[in-house]
């Protein structure tokens, strides 16, 4: 125990200094009117003074049980020391030197904190109950937090150990697949995707517009610079009763992530170390023809080999592995928490593959007595990646009978030049350089100055700053194929960009119980917001030596030739202000309201359209609190809840509304020499306004049978006016081709349903499900100004079949627009409906015979999850499932019909897809159910209290996941779980190099300490 | 609590100086963008406002490739056809072949938009350069005047081709305009004539025989747009307005309009340094690092590896696509058709019926890529094939057909071969070098200093001429054919001039055919003499459908602007 005492003062005090020297920087760096250094010298004086010396005490002796048996590993304290100890296997903890009339606090994850006066005693039998998480969980809702029994919207909680473990991922969005009722993430999979988040289906015509994510209270966060080590909850508001307070941006949702942060640990520090080895392995990849069934079928030349080109772009070597170490420390007064990591994460397709490097300090500290508490925090993270995976769509196409490699070339690989559809896109990879570095600096600091004269008054003050940037460095090789091709010798480029956030926010809170159950929750206060960004780009061409890549990026001839680029650039600085306030009132539990308001600014409107006001209501019913329910005793809480809310959108670039004037190529001026020319950049909308979502939600919230079963439903219904959206304009009048306008309305609806229970809850053995459904539907109510429809989901070359997305006054979100299929004729041709219901050959087809066919919203989305306990052995399952929607099969279309050209076929092309000859139709013969059942991830774990063994660890746990077990599904297609975002989707883009990846399976084994 | 009140003083400031650090303005702050105000500052600031719509020409009509395809691919000029498994794209050339045009086909979106963005770019500069105090900036006298009408002009040209490609468009006047569906076509006719008869008189007059073409709009050039809108005035507005296109030319002859004279050398009209050409009366200015304008059809047309015919030069690979319509069948018979085949019908003298030679410092010979592909200059010098003679030295044919696949089960005999659009090889057809021509690798930068012509003093003499024979004077047609023809003859002893007892349709067509090769206006021929739709050339049958001389509106314009009403027959 000698080494705890040691620790008592000398590190608090340090920590002070440390708190006081954030402070003052804060101070200086942020504030443009610097503090007299005599004012920071007073309070550098008040600040530090020391902490009480020891009494000499007692020996106590504390057994802490639940209801089950001994509690191993629970935090026994004397309450404000640092003086503490840990139970034991069976429960039992020894503390020396307790004062007579000290308290003890004991603790435990999970379980409601106690307190026991020692009042003169030396042994104690402690039993603690269990957190029965439902009711008195504190729910995250911006700018505060809230007991869940008081919310009066909808929000869905999610905190760390509800995530999915060991399923990879390039962030945290693999491991919330399926947790979230209405919430869709899509994310091919590669080690360097990003992710494209939905909330309650599509809210704005802008396709991938994403809720707001609010880190550690910070709006306008970056997901990607995340560890999900470092997630304590996340919190989803769904509605707009709940958004409102965050106005503009908050019309998709918001996603507030909260990071974990120290606690008292009666000064004991914390460490945790956790370790993932992560191998993946790719399935599912589509059937081509082999060299030698290529050749057989005589479909273009045949050079000999037989290339698996898919196998060929796959990196069976591949292995990640992540090692995160944490560490807390915290008294009363101080609380610490710190974090590093390192990450590498391979994809399953060669050059796909990053490697990570970070660090998260978040500390918390309480000075002036208790008047003004510090939360300092410093988020750093690196990404250094090399995004230059091969296009897979390459290897459907090449000629299976060539190979890859020559090994009398310079480079090994054999090298055409002249083909544009088939090339050998092994070696473009392997002879091109992709380094990329990603950061992220995240400081912050909050303020909270507690008003103590006034119980339950406090402000709040929050600055911080976010640092992101992208280096790119490219260079492709003398030998790579584009270079023969251009008779250059290589191409170097070399990028950099930055964006900085900056937001500041102050608000103040009132929190007050009056007499006759009346409480009061108040916020009001302000935020600004500014973004900035810059960036320039050079590159050069045809360099002397080719080892050099783009380190010498000066020499390449291209530079004394006059051809080499260079740009330079900062965006226009966009800036936002608001004020909000918010107010939630109860009575007795019972009766709940919520009125929240936002008026705010954007520089991104032209000025007489800046400003707008979003707010919500929001009510709800606590039947169980009623007296007529007493007597139900199965029924712990039921509420009905019922809100209403207006949020906006400006999400487009700050750009549009400025009349700028931009370089177009260069002129003759009239004495021959050369200038570029000048003209105008946008076409400017003067009267471009706010897009505006009205909201209504009915939600029912249950906790029933002593909290074993639980969830809750959400009814929505949501207007979209003002919807804001790049359309294309007439020129003339317009001189660009496209505008910002406020187009049209639309509306969506549908139902969530949350249900989980804790199905088998004995000693030894327990089993708990959870289980979300969700549904949603929209449909264009209205479209203005001079566009009648507007197409989308282009297919592309060869043939560029057409388009297979409009929308127009009525058409429905997520449907098709096809032509419709009628049979083959004689020659294997299509044959298609007309707009009249006649057949008629596909050749003689218009744009007026199309029709909307299908629909790619899923009826119903459910994700299942499963948390099985058996004495120290856990394990989970993770079940995802889209019932009854349509995606559109392009690889049967473009590689299932012969005879298109050289390139390769699936073997179906000369098996079920033998009959048609023709070319391909744009039309719902390739429309496929794609109802599926997906395993997310099953993971196995032990768990295991190493105190037995050692002092030095406290607990270890060890566990296997396999992530993307399989999926189950009539498709017949490489993947049904398309990008179902935005309007135009439901297709599986093989053509995209950002949609189609090789479906990858991955088995992880991961290692947990805790010190 | 007298700690607590310097607590409170010090919290205070604090928090005051929090708050300081937010400002409540939402102002936008400006960095890399210019924006109006602060632009015009230099006589050159204007010119360079001035220029933009010109830079958006010249991407359109000597960069971009819808115009041209529109104007070539579906003539008896050139195809692209299927060469093997190249070039089918969900048969797309082929369409252009067979004249099946549908409104989904992105070249006639674009040949839209191009032009429209071009009305809608000059009328903006315009309206810039009305605001602009040119005495203030010490501006010669009637600059103003010369730039607004040039402006005119370049509307009035884009409005001339949106009449030829669609009939009668929506017409704009300002940028400041409500959304417009279109007029008709007499109204689009009228409305280019009063803008060329209004800007021509304000336009700047090309003093210097032989000065530097800049493309800038010269008085001349105005007059040619309105000599090619009342040539064509029979298939814009179905009345026939030929005595005042003759009118025009003779004027632009006489030197009215400018001073300008015929090129005794053809290769100093396409050539490397034929800004200075006298026979250029509009031109898209081209230097290489500067503005490297190709005339668009390189990547198209030219074989894959025949840049290692130029010694191997760089940044010139390509695709091998477009060629002449073929002169003969696979067994070598010349085809009967009245039209189509263009090599055969060059002159076998003509010095331009050879194999393009860069001969080095600017100077080349020959416009055609035919034969086989040996650098006389230097044997080493070789086109090689890629697909069906890969590594062989490429023998290009004045034929379409499968050779190679001669003596196979499926073509046992070269009489079974079948010459189509569809079925073509890497050697098939004979192809073009005329506008931009190229240079060896060893003089790689003077690749792109050719300026690209756009309307050249040889069109005024031939429309003069078609004017006279459309008249009765045929004899003196034939003399002003003749005049041009000359410079392609050694000593200007022209083998086969014309001769005005047999210029007839046909003759006139063939000879438009030899002097305006592949410069992006036959099929405005073709719709002139009512030849477009009614013949037959190679494997392209006649539709006899008069809706296909105008294409139809791309749907997605419809959909944007839903005043805009569809083509009859579409």
Redesign the interface.
């Known amino acids: 125990m000698k080494t705890q005492q040691k620790f008592n003062t000398r590190p608090i005090r340090s920590f002070k200094m440390f708190s006081l020297l954030t402070f003052t920087i804060a101070g200086i760096t942020l504030c443009p009117y610097n503090l007299q250094a005599s004012d920071r010298n007073d309070t550098n004086k008040s600040i530090v003074h020391e902490t009480a010396p020891l009494q000499k005490g007692k020996t106590v002796t504390v057994t802490v049980s639940d209801n089950v048996g001994p509690v191993i590993g629970a935090n026994v304290a004397v309450k404000g020391t640092t003086n503490g100890n840990i139970t034991d296997i069976d429960g039992i903890a020894r503390l020396d030197n307790v004062p007579e009339n000290a308290t003890l606090l004991i603790s435990f994850v999970g379980y409601i904190s106690k307190e026991v006066s020692v009042a003169g005693q030396t042994s104690f039998n402690v039993q603690l109950q269990e957190d029965t998480k439902t009711l008195d969980e504190v729910v995250v809702i911006g700018y505060g937090t809230l007991e869940k029994k008081q919310v009066t919207s909808s929000v869905t909680s999610i905190s760390a150990k509800d995530l999915m473990t060991g399923v990879g991922g390039s962030d945290v969005s693999s491991a919330l697949q399926g947790r979230v009722s209405g919430l869709i993430m899509n994310n091919i999979g590669s080690a360097n995707a990003g992710t494209t988040f939905q909330l309650r289906g599509m809210t704005s015509i802008n396709s991938g517009k994403s809720p707001l994510i609010v880190i550690d209270g910070f709006p306008g966060g970056d997901i990607r610079s995340l560890s999900q080590d470092d997630i304590l909850t996340i919190d989803v508001l769904k509605d707009a009763s709940a958004g409102a307070i965050y106005g503009t941006r908050a019309a998709s949702g918001v996603i507030l992530i909260t990071t974990k942060s120290g606690s008292n640990t009666s000064g004991k520090v914390k460490m945790t170390y956790s370790s993932e080895m992560t191998k993946k392995q790719n399935y599912g990849a589509p059937e081509m023809l082999t060299g030698r069934e290529y050749a057989e079928h005589k479909i273009g030349t045949d050079y000999g080999t037989d290339t698996n080109w898919w196998k060929e772009l796959i990196n069976d070597d591949n292995f990640s592995q992540k090692h995160h170490l944490s560490l807390e420390a915290g008294t009363e007064n101080a609380q610490i928490y710190s974090s590093f990591f390192y990450e590498k994460n391979q994809g399953i397709s060669i050059k796909d593959e990053r490697q990570d490097y970070g660090g998260r300090f978040n500390a918390n500290f309480k000075v002036l007595d208790g008047w003004l508490e510090i939360r300092p925090s410093v988020d750093y993270r690196q990404a250094m990646r090399n995004n230059n995976y091969p296009n897979f769509q390459q290897a459907m196409r090449n000629n299976p009978t060539r190979s890859p490699y020559d090994p009398d070339s310079e480079t090994g690989y054999n090298v055409w030049t002249n083909e544009t559809l088939d090339y050998n896109v092994l070696a473009d990879a392997n002879l091109s350089t992709y380094e990329g570095l990603d950061k992220w600096f995240k400081p912050e600091a909050t303020f909270k100055l507690n008003i103590k004269p006034i119980p339950g008054l406090s402000f709040q003050q929050v600055i911080g700053y976010e640092n992101r940037q992208w280096e790119y460095h490219f260079y492709k090789s003398r030998y790579h194929r584009e270079e023969i091709e251009d008779r250059r010798r290589g191409a170097a480029t070399l990028t950099f960009d930055k964006t900085e956030n900056l937001t500041s926010e102050g608000f103040a809170t009132y929190i007050k119980e009056f007499d006759g159950g009346h409480v009061l929750n108040a916020v009001a206060g302000y935020s600004y917001f500014e973004k900035n960004g810059e960036g320039f780009s050079v590159s050069n061409y045809d360099f002397d030596v080719d080892g050099i890549k783009f380190w010498n990026i000066g020499a390449g001839s291209y530079l004394s030739d006059g051809k080499a680029g260079m740009s330079s650039g900062k965006d226009i600085t966009e800036r936002l202000f608001s004020v909000f306030a918010r107010a939630n009132y109860s009575y007795q539990n019972k009766y709940l309201l919520q009125a929240s308001l936002r008026h705010e600014g954007s520089s991104k409107f032209a000025a007489d359209n800046r400003w707008a006001d979003f707010w919500s209501l929001s009510g709800g019913w606590r039947i169980s609190g009623e007296k007529f329910m007493k007597n139900i005793s199965w029924i712990d809480d039921l509420k009905v809840r019922v809100g209403y809310g207006v949020t906006g959108n400006n999400d487009f670039s700050s750009s549009y509304m400025a009349d700028m004037l931009g370089s177009d190529a260069y002129w003759m001026l009239p004495d021959g020499t050369w200038a570029y020319s000048f003209g105008k950049t946008q076409n400017i909308n003067p009267n471009l306004g706010w897009e505006e979502k009205k909201e209504w939600n009915f939600g029912l919230d249950y906790s029933l049978f002593d909290g074993r079963l639980y969830g809750k439903f959400d009814y929505y219904r949501r207007k979209i006016d003002n919807l804001i959206y790049s359309v294309k304009v007439p020129q003339p009048p317009f001189t660009q081709g496209s505008q910002y306008q406020n187009i049209g309305s639309m509306e969506s609806k549908g139902w969530e349903f949350e249900i989980g229970g804790d199905i088998i809850r004995t000693k030894d053995f327990t089993w708990n499900s959870n289980l979300n459904l969700g549904h949603n539907s929209g449909k264009i109510l209205t479209l203005w100004g001079n566009n009648t429809y507007y197409n989308g989901n282009g297919f592309p070359a060869p043939g560029s079949p057409g388009d297979a997305a409009r929308i127009e006054e009525g058409s429905t979100i997520g449907a098709f627009y096809l032509w419709k299929f009628a049979g083959f004729d004689d020659d294997g041709k299509f044959l298609l409906y007309n707009k009249e219901g006649k057949i008629i050959p596909a050749s003689e087809k218009t744009e007026n015979d199309k029709q909307y066919i299908g629909n790619y919203t899923p009826k119903l989305i459910l994700g299942w999850r499963h948390t099985l306990q058996y004495k120290n052995l856990d394990m989970g399952i993770s079940l995802r499932s889209w019932i009854d929607f349509d995606v559109y099969n392009a690889l049967n279309m473009y590689f299932g019909i012969q005879g298109q050209g050289n390139t390769n076929v699936l073997k179906s092309a000369y098996g079920e897809f033998n009959h048609i000859k023709g070319e391909k139709q744009i039309c719902d013969y390739y429309l496929e159910d794609g109802t599926f059942l997906k395993i997310d991830a099953i993971t196995l774990g032990y768990t295991l209290s190493m105190k037995k063994y050692t002092k030095l660890i406290d607990r270890l746990r060890i566990y296997g996941t396999v992530g993307n077990v399989c999926t189950i599904t009539g498709y017949s297609g490489m993947n049904p779980q398309v990008n179902i975002t935005g309007w135009e989707g439901g297709t599986e883009k093989f053509w995209s190099r950002d949609d189609f990846y090789p479906t990858t399976r991955t088995y992880t084994l991961g290692l947990q300490l805790n010190f | 609590m007298k700690?607590?009140k310097?607590?409170n003083s010090?919290?205070i400031?604090?928090?005051?100086?929090?708050?300081?650090?937010?400002?409540?303005?939402?102002?936008?702050?400006?960095?890399?963008?210019?924006?109006?105000e602060t632009?015009y500052t230099s006589q050159?600031?204007v010119?360079?406002?001035?220029?933009?719509?010109?830079?958006?020409w010249?991407?359109y009509i000597a960069n971009n490739e819808p115009r041209w395809m529109l104007q070539e691919l579906g003539t008896d000029e050139f195809c692209l056809p299927t060469r093997?498994?190249?070039w089918?794209?969900?048969?797309?050339y082929q369409k252009f072949h067979h004249h099946?045009y549908?409104?989904?086909m992105?070249f006639i979106e674009t040949g839209w938009?191009n032009f429209?963005?071009g009305?809608?770019?000059a009328?903006?500069?315009l309206e810039d350069l009305e605001k602009v105090n040119f005495d203030a900036l010490g501006f010669a006298e009637g600059t103003r005047e010369s730039m607004l009408n040039q402006q005119k002009a370049l509307v009035a040209s884009f409005y001339l081709d949106g009449l030829d490609f669609f009939g009668g468009v929506?017409l704009?006047t300002?940028?400041?305009?409500?959304?417009k569906g279109r007029s008709t076509d007499k109204e689009t006719f009228d409305f280019i004539e009063k803008l060329l008869k209004e800007a021509i008189p304000n336009l700047p007059v090309k003093e210097e025989l032989g000065g530097?073409e800049?493309?800038?709009i010269n008085r001349a050039a105005g007059a040619a747009l309105l000599a090619r809108l009342y040539f064509n005035a029979k298939s814009y507005i179905g009345e026939e307005k030929y005595s005042e296109a003759a009118t025009i030319c003779q004027d632009i002859i006489n030197g009215k309009y400018g001073k300008y004279k015929l090129d005794t050398d053809w290769t100093n009209i396409f050539g490397f340094d034929n800004e200075t050409s006298p026979e250029i009366i509009w031109s898209v200015?081209s230097?290489?690092?500067?503005?490297e304008t190709d005339g668009m059809y390189w990547s198209y047309m030219v074989p894959?590896?025949y840049?290692n015919y130029l010694g191997?030069?760089?940044?010139?690979?390509s695709?091998?696509g477009i060629g002449l319509i073929p002169s003969l069948d696979p067994t070598g018979k010349k085809y009967s058709y009245k039209l189509g085949g263009a090599y055969a019908k060059f002159n076998d003298n003509d010095i331009r019926k050879q194999l393009y030679v860069y001969e080095g410092a600017g100077k080349y010979r020959g416009m055609f890529i035919v034969g086989e592909l040996v650098n006389p200059t230097n044997p080493n010098w070789t086109c090689t094939g890629?697909r069906e003679y890969s590594g062989k030295t490429l023998v290009v044919r004045d034929q379409v057909a499968y050779f190679a696949k001669v003596g196979s089960a499926e073509y046992p005999t070269l009489e079974s071969l079948p010459s189509t659009i569809a079925t073509a090889e890497e050697a098939s057809c004979v192809r073009v070098t005329k506008r931009s021509p190229r240079p060896n690798?060893s003089e790689k930068?003077r690749k792109f200093d050719p300026d690209v012509p756009v309307i050249r003093l040889a069109e005024i003499y031939y429309t003069l001429a078609e004017c006279k024979m459309r008249a009765g004077d045929k004899d003196g047609a034939a003399e002003l054919i003749n005049t041009v023809r000359k410079r392609y003859f050694a000593n200007g002893n022209d083998p086969d001039p014309v001769t005005g007892s047999k210029l007839d349709k046909y003759r006139m067509l063939d000879k438009w055919q030899l002097e305006f090769l592949a410069e992006g206006r036959r099929r405005t021929d073709l719709v002139r003499w009512d030849a477009y739709v009614t013949e037959n050339w190679w494997d392209h049958k006649a539709t006899n459908n008069t809706d296909l001389n105008r294409f139809p509106i791309h749907?997605?314009?419809?959909?944007?602007?839903?005043?805009?009403k569809q083509n009859p027959g579409?």
């Not at chain 2, 010119?47 to 958006?56: G, S």
């Not at chain 2, 230097?287 to 503005?291: F, I, P, R, V």
């Not at chain 2, 997605?556 to 805009?564: P, R």
Request: charged share 15%.
């Open positions: 700690k607590f310097i607590y010090v919290l400031g604090i928090t005051i100086c929090l708050f300081a650090i937010t400002s409540c303005s939402v102002e936008p702050t400006f960095y890399s963008q210019v924006v109006p632009f050159e600031a010119w360079e406002r001035f220029n933009r719509p010109f830079t958006h010249r991407w093997g498994s190249d089918y794209n969900g048969a797309l099946e549908t409104e989904d992105a938009t429209a963005m009305v809608a770019l009328w903006d500069a929506p704009y300002t940028t400041q305009s409500e959304v530097l800049n493309g800038s200015p230097e290489n690092a500067k503005l894959y590896n840049k191997g030069l760089e940044g010139s690979g695709n091998n890629s690798q930068n749907y997605s314009l419809i959909g944007a602007n839903n005043l805009l579409y």
